[in-house]
């Protein structure tokens, strides 16, 4: 498995900005996809973004298109969210995950580790 931390997290006022990392650790980095979700108070947990091994492929859940970027430098073992435009919606807990099987990178299934998580705050 991979261990995951992560970091960042913060208080924002509404429209601004912030950059979340994932720092990996104890398998081959470039293996994993990687994935950052994140769960509002009293939701489920949602996914956010994905990342493929190479960096070569993202995916952005709807409504952070346009507003938030994955990327990754496998030679720091990282991964990054930068976060633009932050609205109060997009106030959570952000994880970060791992994975190298699943199927439907969307769904947490799909990810075999996760991090701590990081509180994100965004006032209005």
């Known amino acids: 498995q991979v261990q995951l931390v992560e970091s960042g997290g913060g208080l924002v006022q509404d429209g601004g900005s912030l950059r979340l990392s994932c720092a990996a650790s104890g398998r081959t980095f470039s293996d994993y996809y990687m994935g950052w979700f994140r769960q509002a108070p009293g939701k489920e947990r949602e996914f956010v973004a994905y990342i493929r091994w190479s960096g070569s492929g993202t995916t952005y859940a709807d409504s952070v298109k346009g507003r938030f970027t994955i990327s990754r430098d496998n030679a720091k073992n990282t991964v990054y969210l930068q976060m633009n435009s932050l609205k109060p919606e997009d106030t959570a807990v952000y994880y970060c995950?791992?994975?190298?099987?699943?199927?439907?990178?969307?769904?947490?299934?799909?990810?075999?580790?996760w991090g701590q998580g990081t509180q994100v705050t965004v006032s209005s």
């Open positions: 995950a791992s994975g190298r099987t699943g199927l439907r990178i969307s769904r947490a299934s799909s990810y075999d580790s």
